[in-house]
């Protein structure tokens, strides 16, 4: 081939209680391609590669080009101008053994990109997952302390129309028997109008599709919940992370506990809205009333009959983000560490109460395969 492309998605599993990194096998897989094709020209892409870009292309060697952020149109450029890198915006490449990046490009317009090309793929290889993925938008106008999809896809919406995600769904369902979809957008149902919109097309189209999706709580309504069951949604994963109201305001939700309980109590009203809360835990500033009060929040959604699952993990620090300039600032990393090994935010003494958490959790889930509770990790 004249070109491979490797995808790094993930440099690891940012969860404290399954840590693993992908990195080791991602080097593994280049030096192999490098070894069996070593006149192809090797690409890398990616959410997880245009975290750590450069130094992702200072340790391996063997990659020729990396694409940073989108590359729905600077790929296809690459492309044409293969041996001429430099002249394309949002690529790393190497000139005389250095590191070289053109410069970021502008964030494309998502409504105008065509729909993936399906037929080209082996789709049999997402029946045991959650489904494929379909995005309805990119971009995300929250601020939480640990995240990266602001970076990743911009702090301005690009709503991609209802219509065609319809027509996108449909045709997986038509053509190809996908009857499980995921919609892999940061967040679903913000705007609320816009999920909306999406939910009343697919039931407009008539499609027998399963999906499932992420959620904020600051736009769950009755009438919401009721429109997403009617269209299909079969799981509603919610990411509240903190577990009181100073919590919530540190880790920058905009959302109080009270509007959590009211939303969760909303759900528990519909037997069919299965759904799941993720938490985090070793935020700045942590204290004994917010292990008490996190303790408190597990036990309430361990009552509710609906609740699927319950994650609690601390957070991973990453480039671009407030909780990595914090890290810093404390003494925690040093503003050169390159993160590409699994980092978390972990002080002590909280670090050992992290450690029985998620030893209680381990067992949660053991319990759980026997009596049929909601797992947790």
């Not at 379909?134 to 971009?139: A, F, S, Y």
């Not at 769904?169 to 940061?186: K, P, Q, S, T």
Request: glycine letters at 8%.
């Amino acid at each position: 081939p004249e070109i491979i492309g490797i995808s790094l998605r993930n440099i690891d599993t940012a969860q404290s209680y399954g840590a693993a990194s992908y990195w080791p096998s991602c080097i593994r897989w280049v030096k192999h391609i490098r070894e069996c094709c070593p006149g192809a020209v090797l690409a890398v892409g990616g959410a997880g590669f245009s975290l750590f870009g450069r130094e992702i292309m200072r340790q391996l060697p063997e990659l020729d080009v990396g694409i940073y952020l989108e590359g729905e149109e600077s790929f296809p450029e690459l492309l044409d101008h293969l041996h001429q890198p430099e002249t394309v915006k949002g690529v790393y490449y190497r000139s005389d053994a250095q590191v070289v990046f053109t410069g970021p490009r502008e964030f494309l317009d998502f409504d105008s990109i065509p729909k993936p090309r399906r037929d080209i793929l082996d789709l049999s290889w997402y029946e045991d997952s959650r489904g494929v993925g379909v995005q309805t938008k990119r971009g995300c106008v929250f601020d939480c302390m640990y995240c990266t999809y602001p970076f990743l896809s911009g702090r301005k919406l690009r709503l991609r129309s209802p219509e065609k995600v319809g027509e996108e769904v449909e045709m997986l369902r038509r053509e190809h028997g996908i009857g499980e979809v995921f919609f892999a957008d940061n967040i679903f149902n913000w705007p609320l109008s816009h999920a909306e919109a999406v939910c009343q097309e697919l039931i407009r189209r008539g499609l027998d599709v399963r999906w499932t999706a992420y959620f904020s709580e600051r736009a769950i309504t009755a009438d919401f919940v009721e429109l997403a069951l009617d269209s299909g949604c079969v799981h509603f994963e919610f990411s509240p992370d903190g577990c009181n109201d100073a919590a919530l305001e540190k880790l920058g939700k905009g959302i109080g506990r009270e509007q959590l309980a009211a939303t969760y109590h909303l759900l528990e009203g519909y037997p069919r809205a299965r759904f799941l809360c993720n938490l985090m835990w070793n935020y700045p500033q942590t204290g004994w009333r917010d292990f008490r009060d996190l303790l408190s929040l597990v036990f309430q959604l361990l009552r509710m009959k609906n609740v699927v699952g319950i994650g609690v993990s601390n957070m991973r620090i990453l480039p671009n983000t407030r909780l990595h300039k914090i890290a810093i600032q404390e003494g925690r990393i040093s503003s050169d560490d390159p993160l590409l090994r699994p980092t978390f935010y972990d002080p002590f003494p909280w670090s050992v109460v992290s450690a029985l958490i998620n030893s209680f959790g381990r067992a949660l889930k053991a319990i759980k395969n026997l009596t049929g509770l909601p797992r947790c990790r």
